[in-house]
């Protein structure tokens, strides 16, 4: 396998490939340029514990950030964790997951969201399983910032959706955490993107990830398409 030279902490798009379980390149800096701009990444190359992240998973996430700013001046941003039943099956757990975010957008068609309906979210996942331990999802998502401006809580708001949408589709036997970090993004202000990205790129880390190079999914992302090609930075 091929090894990245580490003598630079903060170089940038330093990539290896990989086609072990799957075809897949890692992203070894601390800094990431993606179409000219630049991102931190959660990865500290001098490290021993820290992980390289997955290219194809960090890019469809900022793709997905910058549609959302396409549509919206501001984005109201945050993370989330999902626990899954012992011994669930991944393709099955996974399948959960999609329809968590499907049953969620559905509820934002309601006219509840500053009296009009959510048209556009951005989301993503991934999975990730490590020795001796169950598999868990890391999610993260972002909605237009004059619709919601609070991430609520267990029973409250976007989380206390989320909680019970997770909970009927385990039928209670799996919980929803919601970790600090709440993000305001605003279009022209790239600062702010950097945050996020550095927030989610955790999710994008290699360490757990648990592809079988047999379509097995690892993450997945929502699909909003540009509205115009405006410049967001």
């Not at 390289?52 to 997905?64: A, G, L, S, Y």
């Not at 991934?126 to 619709?147: D, R």
Request: aromatic letters at 10%; glycine letters at 8%.
């Amino acid at each position: 396998m091929q090894q990245p030279v580490l003598s630079l902490p903060q170089s940038i798009n330093l990539l290896t490939s990989h086609r072990d379980n799957g075809h897949y390149t890692l992203i070894h800096s601390t800094t990431y340029i993606h179409n000219g701009l630049a991102y931190k990444l959660n990865h500290d190359p001098l490290s021993k514990r820290s992980s390289p992240i997955r290219k194809e998973i960090i890019d469809r996430f900022i793709e997905q950030l910058h549609a959302m700013l396409s549509h919206y001046d501001e984005l109201f941003a945050f993370r989330f964790d999902l626990s899954v039943p012992e011994g669930m099956s991944v393709a099955e757990s996974n399948k959960l997951v999609s329809k968590l975010f499907t049953k969620l957008r559905g509820e934002f068609t309601a006219k509840s969201w500053n009296g009009q309906r959510i048209v556009n979210c951005g989301y993503g996942w991934g999975g990730e399983i490590e020795t001796a331990k169950q598999l868990h999802y890391h999610c993260w998502i972002a909605l237009p910032y004059f619709q919601v401006r609070t991430a609520g809580f267990a029973d409250t708001g976007i989380v206390g959706r989320i909680n019970r949408i997770w909970s009927e589709l385990t039928n209670g036997a799996s919980r929803v955490h919601v970790p600090e970090g709440r993000y305001r993004i605003k279009r022209g202000d790239h600062g702010s993107l950097v945050d996020m990205v550095e927030r989610i790129s955790y999710i994008a880390k290699n360490r757990g990830k648990y592809s079988t190079g047999k379509g097995q999914q690892t993450f997945s992302a929502s699909r909003v398409k540009f509205k115009t090609a405006i410049t967001l930075h």
